[in-house]
């Protein structure tokens, strides 16, 4: 096995920074090392196979995007990203595991969707992977079902309070899942928006001739996810079931979530970096209100308006730890024949955005402009994903015993997001174009194998390895 030390970098772990040298052995972490010291021997950089240099860089735990949509069959078509290109971005972007949805349609066997999902990402993937599971239909089979998940590493499942007619469940049905998931120990995690409700708006204004983009956002009103928010946040406190709320965009949704949370209950949030940045008005509106440009930016939940105070109330929420955690919610669709599939009527955009080469990046802005600490930062992308969906210990944090996942970031460097020829995600265009990134992602270890460094890709799909995950270990 071979020897890799990481010399003369700050340590970051979510709860303090250190200066350190990093002794990995094979795919594991083996020690850290005061700069000097020789107790291991009185020259480590010479007797290790490969010593990569993090002198004035910061030596954090890789990345773990714990939502990510692979391949996903969407909106009539399906998303972009292989699990081969999409893991080869997440690791050009520091990103070191992912956590897809695997995918029970209605009308299928859980064990269907799951064994297509294994089929589709085994043998292929860049990084580590780990799925949830989606329940697209609540029923006796279904429920039986989810017993199994368990065995399978699978500790989280998702439902959908939207999309009525695709992976809609109603509140009996959540009501039985969320029963049935307290008893077994899973993590519920809800798309927390009224889709019936959001349906009859999306239609009357589609009748009113407003068919663009931006319309999307206006049918998916704030109000819509506070309510549904409220009335997951209540079965599960009705089931005992402990709760994680996808993608949350709306200010009120995160006060839904904040209260919950001091009433003392298992409630928790995500947010993304579409969320902290982009807006109904500057992104969705693009080229004004009829303008097709806003369908880069289609997504639910939706951009939510800046004058209205959403996107300062995520950094918030951030901050104030009512949101836990950064995930990307990466959907991602090519405007040519994917989103074109909605000009002239906003129903028909595919929702989602690609976003996971930029998440470490994106986030580390707001250590930059002093929005969080670097170590809230390596909590929020890494440490809280691995404790809350069973990875702690092996993944998220710099420790002896732990899986060598391992980014060095120049907080010095920049990186400059421009159109698709920047980034390595399998789109036409990027929703970040025009980002300017304080900072840089200069070397990626994933397992001991260093995949990214001097600006070249040195991994291959077939590395990544499936993650059986154990039980939520973090509840705070
Ligand atoms: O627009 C989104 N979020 N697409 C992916 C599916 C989902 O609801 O997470
Ligand atoms: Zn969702
Ligand atoms: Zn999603
Ligand atoms: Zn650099």
Redesign the pocket.
């Given at each position: 096995m071979s020897t890799l030390l990481i010399s003369g970098g700050t340590v970051v772990s979510a709860t303090g920074r250190t200066r350190a040298d990093v002794l990995v052995d094979g795919e594991r972490i083996v020690a850290l090392v005061e700069p000097g010291s020789t107790a291991l021997g009185a020259d480590l950089a010479s007797s290790v196979d490969r010593v990569v240099d993090a002198t004035d860089k910061y030596v954090i735990p890789g990345g773990i995007d714990a939502h990510t949509?692979m391949e996903?069959p969407?909106g009539g078509t399906q998303a972009s990203d292989t699990f081969e290109t999409g893991t080869t971005a997440a690791a050009w972007g520091g990103t070191t595991s992912i956590i897809d949805f695997a995918v029970q349609k209605y009308g299928e066997a859980v064990e269907t969707g799951l064994a297509a999902w294994h089929e589709k990402a085994g043998g292929n993937c860049a990084v580590d992977y780990g799925f949830h599971q989606i329940i697209g239909g609540v029923d006796e089979q279904s429920l039986k079902a989810m017993e199994t998940l368990v065995d399978e590493g699978i500790t989280s499942y998702k439902l959908f309070m939207a999309y009525p007619g695709v992976f809609y469940s109603d509140d009996a049905q959540i009501l039985k899942a969320m029963q049935k998931a307290a008893e077994l120990g899973l993590m519920t995690m809800m798309?927390a928006e009224n889709g019936p409700a959001i349906d009859v708006l999306a239609e009357q204004l589609y009748n009113q001739g407003k068919t663009g983009p931006y319309f999307h956002g206006i049918a998916r009103a704030w109000q819509m996810e506070e309510e549904a928010t409220h009335r997951a946040i209540m079965l599960a406190d009705l089931t005992n079931a402990p709760l994680y709320v996808?993608?949350v965009s709306a200010k009120q949704a995160v006060a839904q979530l904040a209260a919950a949370r001091d009433r003392g209950k298992n409630v928790f949030g995500e947010t993304c970096p579409q969320y902290l940045y982009l807006s109904l008005e500057e992104q969705l509106g693009a080229g004004g209100e009829d303008g097709f440009e806003g369908a880069k930016w289609v997504?639910?939940t939706p951009l939510r308006s800046r004058a209205e105070g959403h996107q300062d109330a995520m950094w918030a929420g951030l901050r104030t730890n009512d949101l836990q955690m950064v995930s990307t919610?990466h959907?991602p669709f090519c405007m040519k024949d994917q989103k074109e599939l909605g000009r002239g009527d906003f129903r028909a955009i595919p929702?989602?955005i690609g976003s996971i080469e930029h998440r470490m990046d994106l986030l580390y802005q707001g250590v930059v402009t002093g929005e969080l600490t670097l170590e809230r930062w390596v909590e929020l992308t890494s440490t809280t994903p691995a404790r809350m969906f069973g990875l702690h210990g092996t993944k998220g944090v710099i420790a002896p015993g732990a899986d060598a996942d391992i980014v060095v970031y120049d907080p010095n460097g920049h990186t400059s997001i421009g159109y698709e020829q920047t980034h390595h995600m399998n789109m036409d265009h990027s929703a970040w174009e025009g980002f300017e990134i304080d900072g840089h992602v200069d070397v990626v270890i994933s397992r001991g194998s260093v995949v990214v460094s001097d600006g070249a890709f040195h991994g291959r799909a077939g590395h990544g390895k499936f993650l059986k995950r154990g039980l939520t270990q973090y509840l705070s």
């Amino acid at each position: 096995m071979s020897t890799l030390l990481i010399s003369g970098g700050t340590v970051v772990s979510a709860t303090g920074r250190t200066r350190a040298d990093v002794l990995v052995d094979g795919e594991r972490i083996v020690a850290l090392v005061e700069p000097g010291s020789t107790a291991l021997g009185a020259d480590l950089a010479s007797s290790v196979d490969r010593v990569v240099d993090a002198t004035d860089k910061y030596v954090i735990p890789g990345g773990i995007d714990a939502h990510t949509h692979m391949e996903l069959p969407f909106g009539g078509t399906q998303a972009s990203d292989t699990f081969e290109t999409g893991t080869t971005a997440a690791a050009w972007g520091g990103t070191t595991s992912i956590i897809d949805f695997a995918v029970q349609k209605y009308g299928e066997a859980v064990e269907t969707g799951l064994a297509a999902w294994h089929e589709k990402a085994g043998g292929n993937c860049a990084v580590d992977y780990g799925f949830h599971q989606i329940i697209g239909g609540v029923d006796e089979q279904s429920l039986k079902a989810m017993e199994t998940l368990v065995d399978e590493g699978i500790t989280s499942y998702k439902l959908f309070m939207a999309y009525p007619g695709v992976f809609y469940s109603d509140d009996a049905q959540i009501l039985k899942a969320m029963q049935k998931a307290a008893e077994l120990g899973l993590m519920t995690m809800m798309h927390a928006e009224n889709g019936p409700a959001i349906d009859v708006l999306a239609e009357q204004l589609y009748n009113q001739g407003k068919t663009g983009p931006y319309f999307h956002g206006i049918a998916r009103a704030w109000q819509m996810e506070e309510e549904a928010t409220h009335r997951a946040i209540m079965l599960a406190d009705l089931t005992n079931a402990p709760l994680y709320v996808v993608h949350v965009s709306a200010k009120q949704a995160v006060a839904q979530l904040a209260a919950a949370r001091d009433r003392g209950k298992n409630v928790f949030g995500e947010t993304c970096p579409q969320y902290l940045y982009l807006s109904l008005e500057e992104q969705l509106g693009a080229g004004g209100e009829d303008g097709f440009e806003g369908a880069k930016w289609v997504c639910s939940t939706p951009l939510r308006s800046r004058a209205e105070g959403h996107q300062d109330a995520m950094w918030a929420g951030l901050r104030t730890n009512d949101l836990q955690m950064v995930s990307t919610d990466h959907c991602p669709f090519c405007m040519k024949d994917q989103k074109e599939l909605g000009r002239g009527d906003f129903r028909a955009i595919p929702n989602g955005i690609g976003s996971i080469e930029h998440r470490m990046d994106l986030l580390y802005q707001g250590v930059v402009t002093g929005e969080l600490t670097l170590e809230r930062w390596v909590e929020l992308t890494s440490t809280t994903p691995a404790r809350m969906f069973g990875l702690h210990g092996t993944k998220g944090v710099i420790a002896p015993g732990a899986d060598a996942d391992i980014v060095v970031y120049d907080p010095n460097g920049h990186t400059s997001i421009g159109y698709e020829q920047t980034h390595h995600m399998n789109m036409d265009h990027s929703a970040w174009e025009g980002f300017e990134i304080d900072g840089h992602v200069d070397v990626v270890i994933s397992r001991g194998s260093v995949v990214v460094s001097d600006g070249a890709f040195h991994g291959r799909a077939g590395h990544g390895k499936f993650l059986k995950r154990g039980l939520t270990q973090y509840l705070s």
